[in-house]
């Protein structure tokens, strides 16, 4: 499985659980710039059927990282796609 990203934390970067049909798949550091991020998977073990489930492990506000933001949403990583290779 390949996820593409385009942007996280600030700061520098973000780290982002992969949960796969309620299995975790792995964990990855996301850079705060587009990435692309590939975890293997056995494709017998989701039988056609596939959910992915991304948590963002450190979240943000931007009024608390960015100078002059007023922004109080809580954000995460923002993903361009996710793809089976």
């Given at each position: 499985?390949?996820?593409?990203?385009?942007?996280?934390?600030?700061?520098?970067?973000?780290?982002?659980?992969?949960?796969?049909?309620?299995?975790?798949?792995?964990?990855l550091?996301?850079?705060?710039?587009?990435?692309?991020?590939?975890?293997?998977?056995?494709?017998?073990?989701?039988?056609?059927r596939?959910?992915?489930?991304?948590?963002?492990?450190?979240?943000?506000?931007?009024?608390?990282?960015?100078?002059?933001?007023?922004?109080?949403?809580?954000?995460?990583?923002?993903?361009?796609?996710?793809?089976?290779?």
């Amino acid at each position: 499985m390949v996820i593409e990203t385009l942007m996280a934390h600030p700061s520098g970067s973000s780290r982002v659980e992969v949960v796969v049909n309620g299995e975790r798949a792995g964990v990855l550091v996301v850079p705060n710039r587009p990435g692309r991020h590939a975890l293997p998977l056995d494709k017998a073990s989701f039988n056609g059927r596939l959910t992915v489930e991304l948590r963002t492990l450190d979240t943000f506000r931007p009024r608390d990282v960015l100078r002059g933001s007023s922004d109080d949403r809580i954000l995460g990583v923002a993903v361009s796609r996710i793809a089976l290779e």
